[in-house]
């Protein structure tokens, strides 16, 4: 790709080419309308799904813990937006999604994933109902277009009556994530007014959990959500891309008293490893199903016929081969990090599983991870040893969450 210069001896010339290929990489990246308040804070950034993304400010552990005590911003606007309005929106949407958006009144919003026709997982999301046959899906940065192309295939497919429309509208939107026990006190701050649609209520506050508010006026106007990845009481904004700068900076701005810390990637995957909530990518993926990642909850098999229904109903039943368990180290070693071997103990042990996510917790100052095992030894207080730089330390399967307020 590169031509090695006339004179340049080999080291030096692979040196020049590994530069200049990190920076064609980065030449190809997609930024968020936020990437010049990042470089302006001086964030470290990475690649992430495609993206240019901050991994962290000041520290991973820093962000952690200002999350966990006072607050937390992120940047999340990387995540795609899929809007559909009209008639029959509903009946598809539950026809593609494992969940049940009938129980949604318009400001409520559910987890749920989209299946394939033998169960995996093509992406899981959040589905908010906006208006009376107005929903709106937050879906993950890697698989926009995956998604988008997905249900419209879907929808080619839908017998119902199909006059609504769908839209990804991922380039128009820009996202907020305010986490942490401050965050409501903050977001109150910055938005002091009643909402305008969705759930009503005099302030953001007054959300809960899965509720969604319209707030401001005209082309100022911001979806507030009460949800997160976190763990934390937390808000997520979705608001106009031009607009992400002025109200990111506002919300830090106003959040400085309480403690408030921009936040990267880095504290985002310590943050929800400790809860154990699923990546895309690590947990879940188009051969991995809900039912062996212990997603049950949010699979409605009892709402009519969808997508993987079938073969989700036969697991529900007869139970899978693996199950997703969470672990921590019980002696000190290395953080386990994604693929490792998990193995049984002692001198006859096998591999029994792998590592999807690992890392070191900053909650509770040891290794911790998530993992697929087989069935028969995924039970909590099994010991297990990960295999960490060729050496297997010891740990053992923890009930979900591993990380609880009490601790």
Known sequence: MFRQPVGDNEATANLRYLRNSVEQLFDFMKRTPLFSAHQELGAKLIEFGGWEMPVYYSSIVDEHQAVRLRAGLFDISHMGEVV????????????????????????????????????????DL??????????????????IEVDFAWLLARKRLFGGAVTFEMENASDRYAALALQGPQSAAIIDRCYPQASVDGTQVSRPSELRKNQLGCFGAGRKQVLIGRTGYTGEDGFEL????EDAESAWKRLVEVGAQ??????????RDTLRTEVCYPLYGHELNEETTPIEAGLGFFVALDKGDFVGRDVLIRQKAEGTRRKLVAFKMTERSAPPRPHYPMWSPGPDGAVIGE????TQSPSLSLGIGLGYVNAAQSAVDTPVQIEIRGKR??????????????N
């Open 258 to 267: 309480d403690g408030l810390k921009p936040a990267g990637l880095g504290a």
């Open 238 to 241: 979705i608001l106009e891309s």
């Open 355 to 358: 590592v999807t996510s690992g």
């Open 393 to 406: 330390a010891n740990g053992v399967i923890v009930t979900k969450p591993i990380y609880r307020k009490a």
């Open 126 to 143: 959040y589905a908010y109902r906006i208006g009376i046959e107005d929903y709106l899906l937050v879906i993950n940065a890697s698989r």
């Open 84 to 123: 559909l309005h009209g008639q029959g929106a509903l009946e598809f949407l539950n026809a593609v999604l494992t969940n049940d958006l009938r129980k949604l009144a318009v400001g409520q919003g559910q987890y749920t994933l989209m299946c394939n026709p033998v169960g995996g997982v093509v992406d």
